[in-house]
Protein backbone atom coordinates (compact mmCIF):
# COMPACT_ATOMS: atom_id res chain seq x y z
CA UNK A 1 0.00 0.00 0.00
CA UNK A 2 1.11 3.59 -0.99
CA UNK A 3 1.41 6.65 1.63
CA UNK A 4 -0.33 9.21 0.39
CA UNK A 5 0.61 12.95 0.91
CA UNK A 6 -0.49 16.40 -0.45
CA UNK A 7 1.60 18.34 -2.45
CA UNK A 8 1.98 21.15 -0.37
CA UNK A 9 3.08 18.58 2.31
CA UNK A 10 5.44 16.66 0.27
CA UNK A 11 7.20 19.63 -1.02
CA UNK A 12 8.08 20.33 2.52
CA UNK A 13 9.05 16.67 2.69
CA UNK A 14 10.63 15.84 0.08
CA UNK A 15 14.12 15.08 1.17
CA UNK A 16 12.19 13.07 3.78
CA UNK A 17 10.12 11.56 1.08
CA UNK A 18 12.93 10.32 -1.62
CA UNK A 19 14.60 8.76 2.21
CA UNK A 20 11.30 6.82 2.52
CA UNK A 21 11.09 5.32 -0.64
CA UNK A 22 15.11 4.23 -1.76
CA UNK A 23 15.74 3.01 2.23
CA UNK A 24 12.18 2.15 3.58
CA UNK A 25 10.99 0.72 0.27
CA UNK A 26 8.04 2.63 0.34
CA UNK A 27 5.81 3.96 -2.61
CA UNK A 28 4.18 7.74 -1.79
CA UNK A 29 1.39 9.20 -4.23
CA UNK A 30 1.37 13.03 -4.02
CA UNK A 31 -2.58 14.20 -3.83
CA UNK A 32 -3.80 17.45 -4.66
CA UNK A 33 -7.79 18.07 -3.45
CA UNK A 34 -7.31 14.35 -2.39
CA UNK A 35 -7.03 12.72 -5.94
CA UNK A 36 -3.35 11.64 -6.80
CA UNK A 37 -1.35 13.08 -8.99
CA UNK A 38 2.11 11.38 -9.08
CA UNK A 39 3.58 8.67 -7.33
CA UNK A 40 7.41 8.55 -5.84
CA UNK A 41 8.90 4.49 -6.42
CA UNK A 42 12.34 4.05 -6.51
CA UNK A 43 14.77 3.46 -9.58
CA UNK A 44 14.23 -0.50 -8.83
CA UNK A 45 10.89 -0.36 -8.99
CA UNK A 46 10.63 1.44 -12.02
CA UNK A 47 12.86 -0.21 -14.08
CA UNK A 48 10.60 -3.53 -12.88
CA UNK A 49 7.54 -1.63 -13.87
CA UNK A 50 9.01 -0.61 -17.29
CA UNK A 51 10.21 -4.59 -18.36
CA UNK A 52 6.92 -5.70 -16.95
CA UNK A 53 5.30 -3.54 -19.51
CA UNK A 54 7.65 -4.29 -22.74
CA UNK A 55 6.98 -7.69 -21.90
CA UNK A 56 2.92 -7.14 -22.22
CA UNK A 57 3.13 -5.38 -25.67
CA UNK A 58 5.44 -7.91 -26.73
CA UNK A 59 2.38 -10.56 -25.89
CA UNK A 60 0.03 -8.33 -27.64
CA UNK A 61 2.09 -8.13 -30.44
CA UNK A 62 2.67 -12.06 -30.44
CA UNK A 63 -1.47 -12.93 -29.55
CA UNK A 64 -1.96 -11.25 -32.87
CA UNK A 65 -1.35 -14.24 -35.40
CA UNK A 66 -2.14 -12.01 -38.70
CA UNK A 67 -2.82 -9.02 -40.55
CA UNK A 68 -4.80 -8.53 -43.57
CA UNK A 69 -7.07 -6.09 -46.18
CA UNK A 70 -10.33 -6.06 -45.10
CA UNK A 71 -12.20 -5.89 -48.17
CA UNK A 72 -15.49 -3.71 -48.68
CA UNK A 73 -18.76 -5.43 -48.99
CA UNK A 74 -20.75 -5.78 -51.94
CA UNK A 75 -22.43 -2.04 -53.08
CA UNK A 76 -20.11 -0.56 -50.15
CA UNK A 77 -18.29 2.22 -50.85
CA UNK A 78 -14.23 1.34 -50.92
CA UNK A 79 -12.83 1.44 -48.01
CA UNK A 80 -9.33 1.45 -46.12
CA UNK A 81 -9.04 -1.03 -43.61
CA UNK A 82 -7.44 -3.71 -41.79
CA UNK A 83 -7.78 -6.76 -39.64
CA UNK A 84 -6.08 -8.58 -37.22
CA UNK A 85 -7.15 -12.09 -36.15
CA UNK A 86 -6.50 -12.44 -32.08
CA UNK A 87 -5.49 -15.76 -31.24
CA UNK A 88 -7.07 -15.91 -28.58
CA UNK A 89 -4.17 -16.55 -25.81
CA UNK A 90 -3.77 -13.47 -23.05
CA UNK A 91 -2.67 -13.15 -19.88
CA UNK A 92 -4.74 -12.33 -17.11
CA UNK A 93 -3.57 -9.59 -14.82
Known amino acids: MAHEIPVTQARAE ?3 LINRVVYGNE ?15 SAADLEFLESTEEAVDEQAVRSVSSVREVP ?6 PRFGI ?3 YTGEHRDS
Do not use: I, N
Request: aromatic share 4%; hydrophobic share 50%.
Open 72 to 77: SAPGER
Open 83 to 85: AAH
Open 27 to 41: RVVVTRHGKPLVALV
Open 14 to 16: FAE
